[in-house]
């Protein structure tokens, strides 16, 4: 069964990084996009960007560029969200979740969510 | 503010039905297909309906979209208390070039 198994809960400082892991089974994982999805407390879901995994090209949402990078490794069908200088209200929930297509929001299957901390 | 508009509440009373609007533009759900989620508290986000209409293997018939021209709908009939929950909708946006969200619409049964 199709399964995104992402890393555990990270408490950082501000101006930190954090790399959040996405570990994808069942499925072929380069078949398929995989994007990144935030949610801070209480708020509903914005979209960070995605991974094209077989290509590595990626799309990140305007209010990201310069500060996320993702990446994959295939041979451990995993994906890899790195946020930098964080600030505390980069505090939320990540999620993948997996994609089809180029004009598409994610799809059918999501990881249970990486809580990110960030406070002094 | 997010690209897509939706209320931010409905309600309903069991076996009513429902309906939440999704309002966007030409860029994004003019050209694109509608992706819905609904999120229960404390969970993953889970697609709801695909495609603007097409329901994933088992999501309840009562569950169903719609789209035309540059707004969405999702309707839920047979409202029953489990139904209550966030709920989301989400299209490819050509000119940003990004996955634009609504807001999300807080849905309680009363």
């Known amino acids: 069964q199709v399964q995104l198994v992402q890393s555990g809960a990270e408490v950082k400082k501000p101006g930190a990084s954090v790399k959040v892991s996405c570990k994808a089974s069942?499925?072929?994982?380069?078949?398929?996009?995989m994007h990144w999805v935030r949610q801070a407390p209480g708020q509903g879901l914005e979209w960070m960007g995605r991974?094209?995994?077989?290509?590595?090209?990626?799309n990140y949402a305007q209010k990201f560029q310069g500060r996320v990078t993702m990446t994959r490794d295939t041979s451990i069908s995993t994906a890899y969200m790195e946020l930098s200088r964080l600030r505390s209200d980069d505090t939320a929930v990540y999620y993948c979740?997996?994609?089809?297509?180029?004009?598409?929001?994610?799809?059918?299957?999501w990881g249970q969510g990486t809580l990110v901390t960030v406070s002094s | 503010q997010s690209v897509l508009t939706q209320p931010p509440s409905a309600s309903g009373t069991p076996g009513q039905r429902v309906t939440i609007s999704c309002s966007g533009s030409?860029?994004?759900?003019?050209?694109?297909?509608v992706n819905w989620y609904q999120q229960l508290p404390g969970t993953a986000p889970k697609l709801l309906i695909y495609?603007?209409?097409q329901r994933p293997s088992g999501v309840p018939d009562r569950f169903s979209g719609s789209k035309s021209g540059t707004s969405a709908s999702l309707a839920i009939s047979g409202l029953q208390s489990e139904d209550e929950a966030d709920y989301y909708c989400?299209?490819?946006?050509?000119?940003?070039?990004?996955?634009?969200f609504g807001g999300g619409t807080k849905l309680t049964v009363l």
């Open positions: 069942g499925y072929t994982f380069t078949g398929y996009y």
């Open positions: 991974i094209n995994p077989n290509s590595g090209g990626t």
């Open positions: 030409s860029s994004n759900i003019g050209s694109n297909t």
């Open positions: 979740a997996r994609g089809i297509g180029y004009g598409d929001s994610p799809r059918d299957y």
């Open positions: 989400a299209a490819w946006d050509d000119s940003l070039k990004e996955v634009v």
């Open positions: 495609s603007n209409n």
